[in-house]
């Protein structure tokens, strides 16, 4: 059936995505089940999603009794689980407003939307520039590929979007020469993700938010990928205590279902009006149902508390790697989302720590990024640093 399953799925599925020949079918905290039997700890959560780990019982008691309650009305209506989400998202971060939407790359491309729209509706319609970082990812639509600062990832889908430009992330300097009055944003990740796990400098994100107050500017986080609580704290800004004026999140938000929000203080918000911007799906009753249980946990339980003392516990035991393997260039990161750069291609071992049981993600070809469940423990760390020091000694 396996074997099957897969030509089956390479003949019929679009190719856009390399696969691992497993077929998952069943997971539970952090740990996934393939057909064969074969169980495996589980270091990637679906690309930072699940961070609540498999089927946690009060995401799925909700999606369950919502599915059987109300699933989609459309945004003409209002419904009560994306009322309350919102009013959640709101006491808990910087943000007065919410727009709902499907994923990362619809979150990215709200904000995008906003942020001109925000200039245009000031009188200032010549505001149209957007400062992003190199190395960024903001997602895989027109308007979030533009804005994405890797040349690998735009190539072929000529012309993008107008009006975006990268600066080297951490170049205090290069944002302050592009700033000029026809900016109208700067958009950064408060740690770059797929880009290869990369940490502000001391300082950086503070410099980022001064230079946008002084001249005007705009400042966008991309949260999707270190919000909701994966570096340790609910959101990635808390780290450096400036907030942003507008703020995209989807991965964890409703641990594993789909769902995208784009968060702005009163001021900016107030420039999308009625018919400004929609969904049709976004912030429906199930996936809001299921990101309101998924909030509700990671603070109850305090499992950002968890996830930060996990973080350190982690990457002091991958220093540990860093030290006994020449192969080793840096351990990175902030909470868990852990990144271990190679000096060499980092590709094999994932294939090698599959064979041993776990699932690790490779990105930039040389680094390994470990993003598992914000519950996992010390024990499956330990594990995992274990078989990366055997195959590290291979
Ligand atoms: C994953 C990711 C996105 C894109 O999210 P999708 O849901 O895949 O569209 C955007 N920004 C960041 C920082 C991400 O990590």
Redesign the pocket.
Known sequence: MTAELMQLADRVIAQTYNRFPVVFERGEGCTLWDTQGRSYIDFVAG??VCSLGHCHPAVSAAVADQARQLCHVSNLYYTIPQTRLAEMLVSRSFADRVFFCN????A?EAAIKLARKYFYEKGEPGRTRIISMEQS????TMA?LSATGQDKIRKGFDPLLGGFEFIPYNNIGALENAMDASVCAVMM?PVQ??GGVICPDPGFVQKVRRLCDDNGVLLIF?E???GMGRTGTLFGYEHSGVAPDIM?L??ALANGLPI?AMLAVEEVASAFGPGAHASTFGGGPLVTAAALATLGTLTNDDVVGHCAAMGTYFKSKLQGLKEKHGCVEAVRGQGLLVGLKLKQEAGSLVTRCMEEGFLINCIQDSVLRFVPPLIIGKSQIDALVDCLDNLLSE
């Open positions: 690309i930072a994923s990362g790359a619809e990215n990812f903001h997602g895989r979030a990740e993700g797929e991309d999707v990928q270190t995209s989807a991965k995208g």
